[in-house]
């Protein structure tokens, strides 16, 4: 059953007050995983410094290595602090579909331009 | 606060939702200029929107009289021409770079100005709210929002026809480094002004599918929304995902032009003989990529909001449920999806290899079947129906062989080995002008006549209505198809001289010079173009005269199915008294058992009467 | 006239509208930075080999300044859940935190605009080519603090040279041929560092404003209806932290590559 709501009562339910709609929001808890996020960044952040100045890596690799460390850091960003990790089906849809067509430009695009005729200049 | 547009005699204000119980008047400027409800913006929307289809018929009034008569002065509007933009209108003669902006400006006007914000903005906002039951857009502010970005983006396009060196002459593709190597500043006003139109589209897409999603009213499940729903929610999502990679782009050749970059520009470029002076580096195919990237989404944009409108008035005007509704649903999410891993047809000629080319090749051909699949659940559904011909299912009826021609034409054109030789000839465009013109545009006609009476309480006039649909028929189809007859022998796009140069009368002895009789045509476009001015005479005054003087009906003069037909005349602000409640899908006409052939969305189920088509 | 959702979230979906409005706004953004990634990715593949620069931009400022943005999005994300355990007083300090940090990323951001702003590449008549920064400049002659190389290539790969030694170099201005900055101009890496950055600094520079606009007189909203404010403070949140994300795909990319 849906609910339209045409007058909002005088404040919304409290964090741990009885109808919260949510599950209660603890502070300290949030506190505490923002430290743990925060020390994974600096983790991520150093270990791409140090994978940049490798020695014995072509770019190639090297850029390999450094992009997989930033998709893990985003991750972590995306999955606790914008609570991607808890969120609605219906935007993990919209965000998939995204995805797909980010790779899609990205791919297609680098190929169209890598793929051209036999025997011809370019 | 009650809305009234237009101040409609005699009807009661209809009691407002919520009882605030304050009716203060909010004053003409928050009412009409400045508003946040979505039929007002709607109609805004509307208004500007055939008025620029307007003016860019009337640019290409002004082509089609240079390609006829390449070197002449234009008859009656040559000397204001000349007076107004000067130079390049000496002696009221379209010079060949007057001639390219005004293509370039022909086709962004449009398809930026008129037709996305007609079928997409001014039908989508009016209509969609009403037909889920809502009492708003999601977000109203955001919707007035992106109404102004767009008179903004349209205002920066009109300026720059009276800047020096006159508007952007690079087509509507913009592609660099022509759009860069052009020494004016109409191509910058036209980055600026396609920045604010995509601003807007974003805008309006984030609204649409959040409306769509949230303000469902009660009962109004996915599988009950009506099929124009449907098709602007998939329109949405090709405008958020699509349009941000040509933002990109536009934002990339902006830098190339105003601060000399060189993102599309490649090493070794000459300009005028001169090496350039730029960096080099940079990529012209990029900006193809990034431009079709959204310009192929883009003509799905343009078709879709037409077939939701068709559907609609077919279902209604057949008085029988629309055939395969389900297949139309999924149909319509299938082309949302596949639209945007086929632009690279658009490129075939520039050096592609055939693993890419086989590749886009087949997603195209694939992205025909959904089409087709829209197009057939459409006309069988007209099979066995009680077909009322009025004006709105005319325009719907002539919508239907009209896009097949379109689209069928479109298939040689997504084979690469024909496209070869296709490419860039007047076969593309008759392709395209095919779909969006006697397509889309009729759709719109539909659509306008159809939601007239729920704007206004009154109906437009049948007559005039039947003048203006058979003028527009026959005269669309007398200026398109002989286009494809003179692309197929050869003749090009965006020649100022109309293919003179390369004629069987300049160049007799040539291969495959075009023949006189491909030159003689066109004269006889012209005459057509200029009759199918002549036919929207009717449409125009009919449009205006209606307003207080049409014939008056109730709320629901059409006797349809769908919720916009439940609310007042015109719907107040806030739409619906309650949230209405529904029960059943969107086109339950000629159910066995009921007194009426119709019966609304949200009609209560009575004790007693035959099950109904099966709640989903 | 109310329109639902707004503020609680709707059963079937779970959501409130503005939080739909804006996950569909970023995906968005994800399509217009993307775009500009698939940019950076074709010209850098096609660009002739050895002609792309790498270390031209200061690893130290861009590590700063992702730790400055990283510890904003903490912030911002802290002064949501003030909001939602109702301590308002939390939240003024959270998000006052999360404008200084802005200030200093932005501030970072335009020495480093600076630093290459009056970075010049000049050459001379003879054929050499003085690259460093201008210190002064009048009309017979330009002074630089930098070094002479033979070929522009020498000037692209500062990674693997070690121990660059630059010193002040005055030219006369008749022996210079063409004096180019470091702007977008003068190469499409530097183009795009810059539209890149650009584009990002405006987002931060819009993200700030909103959070600032909620800090400062948005917080009337508080009074009457605080579920509704903390929403909104969600919803810039989140537009905050997919300006992080960016972020942290844009310094390794352009600083680390």
Redesign the interface.
């Known amino acids: 059953m849906s609910e339209l709501k045409t007058a909002e009562p005088a404040h919304a339910p409290f964090a741990g007050e009885p109808g919260a709609h949510e599950h209660p929001v603890d502070f300290n808890s949030y506190l505490r995983r923002c430290v743990y996020v925060f020390v994974a960044v600096v983790c991520a952040v150093s270990l791409m410094l140090v994978a940049s100045y490798l020695p014995h890596f072509g770019w190639p690799a090297k850029v390999a290595m450094i992009l997989a460390i930033a998709a893990t850091n985003a991750f972590v960003v995306a999955g606790f602090l914008m609570h991607l990790i808890s969120e609605k089906k219906m935007i993990y849809t919209l965000l998939a579909f995204t995805v797909f067509f980010f790779t899609g430009l990205m791919g297609l695009t680098v190929w169209a331009m890598q793929d051209f005729p036999a025997g011809t200049t370019h | ?1 009650v809305h009234e547009f237009p101040p409609y005699r005699g009807h009661e204000k209809a009691h ?3 009882g605030h119980g304050h009716h203060e008047d909010i004053g003409f400027g928050r009412k009409y200029i400045f508003s946040t409800d979505h039929k007002i913006i709607g109609i805004q929307y509307g208004f500007t929107a055939l008025c620029f289809m307007l003016f860019g018929f009337f640019l290409m009034l002004l082509m089609r009289w240079q390609i006829a008569h390449p070197g002449s002065p234009v008859p009656v509007m040559g000397p204001l021409l000349a007076k107004v933009l000067g130079q390049p209108a000496a002696n009221g003669v379209i010079s060949p770079e007057l001639y390219n902006s005004f293509g370039a400006m022909h086709g962004t006007i449009m398809v930026f100005l008129a037709i996305v914000p007609l079928a997409f903005a001014a039908f989508g906002n009016y209509v969609v709210p009403l037909m889920i039951g ?3 857009m ?3 502010r ?1 919707n007035m929002a992106s109404y102004q970005a767009y008179v903004l983006g349209g205002l920066v396009m009109l300026v720059s026809f009276f800047i020096p060196g006159g508007a952007a002459q690079a087509g509507w593709t913009s592609y660099s480094p022509l759009a860069t190597s052009i020494p004016t500043e109409g191509q910058l006003f036209w980055i600026i002004g396609m920045v604010l139109l995509i601003t807007s589209s ?1 805008l309006g ?3 649409f ?2 409306t769509i ?3 469902r009213a ?1 009962g109004m499940t996915w599988m009950r929304l009506p099929f124009f729903v449907w098709a602007q929610f998939v329109t949405a ?1 090709l405008l ?6 040509l ?3 536009a ?2 050749q902006l ?1 190339d032009n105003a ?5 599309f520009l490649p090493t070794g470029l000459a300009v005028g003989g001169q090496l350039a002076h ?2 080099g ?3 012209p ?2 900006w193809q ?2 431009f079709w ?1 959204l310009g192929h989404p883009e003509v799905y944009v343009l078709i879709l909001p037409g077939m939701g409108i068709v559907c609609e008035i077919i279902a209604n005007n057949t008085r029988k449920p629309i055939w395969g509704y389900k297949s139309l649903v999924y149909s319509v999410l299938a082309i949302g ?1 596949l639209s ?2 086929v632009w ?1 047809h658009h ?1 075939y000629l520039t ?6 080319s086989a ?1 886009f090749q087949a997603t195209t051909m694939i992205i025909s079947i959904p089409s087709v699949i829209i197009l057939t659940c459409l006309f069988i559904s007209l099979w066995g129906g009680s077909i009322r011909f009025n004006t709105p299912m005319l325009f719907a009826l002539a919508f239907l062989p009209m896009f097949g021609i379109g689209g069928l034409t479109g298939l040689p054109l997504g084979f690469n080995a024909s496209d070869v030789y296709l490419h860039d000839t007047y076969y593309v465009i008759a392709h395209f002008h095919y779909v969006v013109a006697p397509g889309t545009i009729f759709a719109l006609f539909a659509g306008i006549y159809y939601w007239f009476p729920k704007m206004t309480g009154r109906k437009m006039n049948e007559f005039w209505g039947r003048v203006h649909f058979w003028g527009s028929l026959v005269f669309m189809n007398l200026v398109f198809m002989p286009m494809f007859a003179q692309g197929i022998k050869g003749m090009l796009r965006r020649m100022a001289d109309g293919g003179a140069n390369y004629s069987a009368a300049r160049v007799p002895d040539a291969i495959g010079a075009l023949p006189g009789t491909i030159m003689e045509l066109h004269s006889w476009i012209l005459w057509a173009a200029m009759a199918l001015g002549i036919a929207q005479i009717p449409f125009i005054l009919n449009l205006f005269w209606s307003m207080n003087h049409g014939e008056k009906v109730g709320d629901n003069p059409w006797h349809a199915t769908t919720l916009e037909w439940q609310a007042p005349t015109p719907p107040p ?2 739409n619906f008294a309650e ?1 209405p409640q529904i029960h059943r899908g969107p086109y339950e006409y000629s159910v066995p058992g009921h007194a009426a052939d119709f019966t609304p969305q949200n009609e209560p189920d009575q004790p007693g009467t035959p099950a109904l088509s099966p709640a989903h | 006239m109310e329109i639902p959702y707004a503020v609680h979230p709707r059963p079937d979906t779970g959501i409130y509208n503005a939080k739909v409005g804006i996950w569909l706004f970023l995906a968005s953004e994800v399509m217009l930075f993307g775009a500009l990634f698939s940019a950076y990715v074709l010209l850098r593949v096609g660009a002739p080999a050895g002609e792309w620069p790498h270390g031209w931009l200061n690893v130290t400022l861009g590590t700063i300044n992702t730790l400055v943005l990283a510890t904003s999005a903490i912030t911002t994300l802290m002064a949501w859940v003030a909001c939602k355990t109702r301590q308002f007083g939390k939240f003024k300090f959270f998000h006052a935190c999360t404008l200084l940090l802005a200030l200093t990323f932005l501030c970072v951001k335009a020495y480093e605009y600076h630093d290459k702003w009056i970075h010049y590449e000049i050459h001379l008549t003879d054929g050499r080519i003085a690259d460093g920064h201008l210190r002064a400049s009048d009309a017979d002659s330009v002074t630089i603090e930098g070094r002479y190389v033979t070929d522009e290539t020498q000037l692209y790969d500062l990674r693997a040279q070690k121990d660059i030694k630059t010193g002040e170099i005055k030219i006369p201005r008749a022996q210079i041929k063409q004096m180019e900055n470091y702007g977008p101009w003068h190469n499409t890496y530097l183009a795009l560092y810059f539209t890149l950055t650009g584009l990002h600094a405006l987002h931060i520079l819009g993200g700030s404003i909103v959070i600032g606009y909620l800090w400062g007189p948005g917080r009337k909203l508080w009074k009457t209806d605080p579920e509704h404010f903390t929403n909104r403070v969600e919803v810039s949140g989140l537009f905050w932290h997919f300006v992080d994300l960016v972020w942290i795909f844009l310094f390794p990319v352009l600083y680390l590559t």
């Open positions: 606060m407002e939702p919520g809502a009492p708003d999601a977000f109203p955001v974003l897409a984030v609204n599918i959040a999603i949230q303000l009660p999502f958020l995902l699509a349009f941000p990679p933002e990109a782009a934002v990339m830098m601060l000399h970059t060189s993102f730029i960096s580096g940079g990529s195919l990029l990529h990034l990237f999806f945007f891993i690279a490129m050096g592609m290899g055939t693993k890419i590749f602000h806030g949230p």
